[in-house]
């Protein structure tokens, strides 16, 4: 059973979520607990400038093939391509046992992909299981010139040859009170890896990660 304090401090986030979430002329959108629901929010989102999508609680939604691709290889969620706000509150994004190789997502800007304005604001999510088909970095999350801030969630369990959890390329990231944990890389950064850009962790932890947590070493200060 869930802790009252576990609820309350998820919702906690999600007030200073919402605080924070991009403005944008769309009400918030409710998400079902399936695979479709989502990938079909997020195209609407991106088709319409920009959402706040919110998730059923406690929900696990499994991926079971790429809705996304790039050059950087396939991707299991649409790219997000505009401001997005999603709101999990304890949701799961995971890549189903049997699905093939593929990252859970991506975010895109105009500093890497012309034309687009990628921001991801999340709050209470996990992002699980993710694969980067190789040679491409990223298995939970890539980042491509956009702008990424995770509150309260997770990304564990991602595997890719660089940036096994997370990984950033001219944009930024943003942690706060959020995990890093138990993703692996073949090369380095098992759990972040930062080509350029800046990755910024408040309150968070990046541990149990292989063959390192962050990469290149120093990149992401109070990673050790």
């Known amino acids: 059973m869930r802790s009252i304090?576990?609820?309350c401090a998820l919702t906690m986030g999600l007030?200073?979520?919402l605080a924070a979430a991009p403005t944008t002329a769309h009400a918030q959108t409710p998400v079902l607990c399936s695979e479709a629901s989502l990938v079909n929010a997020i195209n609407a989102a991106n088709a319409a400038g920009g959402d706040t999508?919110?998730?059923v609680p406690f929900c696990t939604i499994q991926l079971t093939?790429?809705?996304g691709s790039s050059p950087h290889g396939p991707?299991?969620?649409?790219?997000?391509?505009?401001?997005?706000t999603?709101?999990?509150?304890?949701a799961t994004i995971t890549r189903a046992p049997n699905a093939p190789a593929f990252r859970i997502m991506q975010v895109e800007g105009a500093a890497n992909v012309p034309g687009t304005q990628g921001q991801l604001s999340a709050v209470g999510i996990t992002i699980r299981g993710g694969s980067a088909v190789s040679p491409y970095p990223g298995g939970g999350l890539s980042n491509l010139g956009g702008t990424v801030s995770l509150l309260s969630s997770a990304v564990t369990g991602n595997t890719a040859v660089a940036g096994g959890g997370l990984y950033n390329d001219n944009g930024s990231i943003t942690l706060t009170t959020s995990s890093v944990t138990g993703n692996t890389a073949t090369a380095s950064g098992g759990g972040i890896y930062v080509n350029s850009g800046g990755v910024s962790l408040l309150?968070?932890?990046?541990?149990?990660?292989t063959p390192d947590n962050c990469a290149p070493s120093g990149?992401?200060?109070g990673c050790t």
């Open 86 to 90: 999603i709101v999990g509150l304890g």
């Open 65 to 67: 093939s790429a809705h």
């Open 219 to 221: 990149s992401v200060m």
């Open 75 to 84: 991707v299991g969620l649409p790219p997000i391509t505009t401001p997005i």
């Open 203 to 209: 309150g968070t932890a990046v541990r149990n990660n």
């Open 15 to 17: 007030s200073v979520a």
């Open 5 to 7: 304090l576990g609820i």
């Open 53 to 55: 999508l919110a998730l």
